[in-house]
């Protein structure tokens, strides 16, 4: 079969290899599509693993051999796959951070050499511990929709780990594929969501997804750019500062909270100013949530009173949850959270190199990238 095989950093070639045996309790599965996520984008541009291996872990297709044990399954059935499913008993699960849980940590889908999810390739085995999340996709419903349960999942998982009431304020910084997710399912929720993004066309697609209000943010090269008008209030356009741009967000976020501050900040761009700034805009007891700084070795100035006295909590979330699986599939299957829109662009898998290199450098108007082999 063909096979996307990485080989270090930003090595990426288009191999023949073995289609995967399985065993008894295993199945085999034909890959439909496979998103392309930023973890794997940096595993690839900064070779943080040994080659050789096969990336590729958003996945849906259909199962073709299913072994002699693997009872529930049929050949045919339509599936989404999960690479990662916790043992719910250790130490971990029991506190409820599966992605701390060591079975987790495991990859269960390959298409060959180490298992890395193997979803840049024409078929990959999926192994008997994550055959619990294997979630069949429903007739009406595409291969597609089927590829973004995972990352859904993933924003999912974050916005329940804040304690937030309805119409409690919200920033979104940052409006990429998960930024938007973030926007929509705060919406659903209750939320008032202010959004953030260096692009009109990504704000432009908040609004659609649920912001009442968005700021074109400044360039992180120091670029002064023309901030988007503040919704539904109009603030005026034309070329402005750094503190200028600054100082709109927090007027906005004076008024919108008499003055109290944001009761949360989703920090989906990995950047510490944007940290920072969300830091300071945050109520006392608020929360600031990173989930785009996954690159070890990092650091950035904190001010410790803040969280201390001021109580302003700094977490973190990361992977998906497992118990979110049925929530995250009525979510997508029934297209209150429409992820069809967020996918702009479309690779065949001979062109994986392409898709993770746009995914990783998007342009104006893409989004979410995926390997598509229908």
């Not at 429409?338 to 450098?361: N, S, W, Y």
Request: proline fraction near 6%; aromatic fraction near 6%; charged fraction near 20%.
């Amino acid at each position: 079969m063909s096979a996307v095989v990485y080989h270090g950093a930003n090595d990426l070639r288009l191999e023949t290899v073995p289609v995967p045996s399985i065993r008894p309790h295993e199945l085999l599965v034909k890959v439909a599509v496979c998103g392309v996520c930023p973890t794997d984008i940096k595993k690839i541009h900064y070779g943080t693993l040994p080659p050789p291996r096969i990336f590729g872990h958003e996945t849906a297709g259909t199962i073709v051999r299913v072994g002699s044990k693997a009872l529930r399954f049929k050949v045919g059935q339509r599936v989404a796959l999960h690479h990662h499913v916790p043992c719910l008993e250790c130490h971990a699960c029991r506190h409820h951070t599966f992605a701390q849980c060591s079975q987790y940590k495991r990859t269960g889908i390959t298409a060959g050499f180490e298992p890395a999810g193997g979803g840049y390739a024409e078929y990959v085995r999926v192994m008997p511990f994550v055959l619990p999340g294997v979630v069949p996709i429903p007739e009406r419903n595409s291969f597609l929709e089927g590829a973004m349960l995972e990352p859904v999942n993933t924003v999912l998982k974050a916005v329940e780990r804040l304690p937030l009431l309805r119409e409690d304020t919200v920033l979104v910084a940052g409006q990429g594929p998960i930024g938007l997710m973030f926007t929509r399912l705060l919406a659903l929720k209750g939320m008032r969501v202010i959004a953030t993004d260096l692009l009109e066309t990504r704000l432009h697609l908040a609004r659609e997804f649920g912001a009442e209000w968005v700021i074109k943010a400044q360039s992180p090269k120091g670029k002064v750019q023309s901030p988007e008008s503040i919704q539904p209030e109009s603030a005026g356009t034309g070329q402005r500062t750094t503190a200028k741009v600054q100082s709109q967000l927090e007027v906005l976020v004076g008024r919108l909270t008499q003055g109290r501050g944001l009761d949360a900040a989703v920090i989906a761009v990995p950047s510490d100013e944007v940290v920072e700034q969300a830091q300071s805009l945050l109520r006392g007891g608020g929360q600031v949530l990173l989930f785009s700084h996954t690159r070890r070795g990092e650091t950035t100035a904190v001010d410790l009173a803040t969280v201390c006295v001021d109580e302003k909590d700094l977490i973190g979330s990361y992977s998906a949850d497992f118990l979110l699986q049925k929530q995250v599939a009525a979510l997508v299957f029934s297209r209150k959270l429409d992820v069809k829109t967020l996918i702009t662009h479309r690779f065949p898998l001979e062109q994986t190199g392409a898709a993770v290199k746009l995914a990783a450098r998007p342009s104006e108007n893409s989004l979410k990238v995926v390997v598509d082999q229908t």
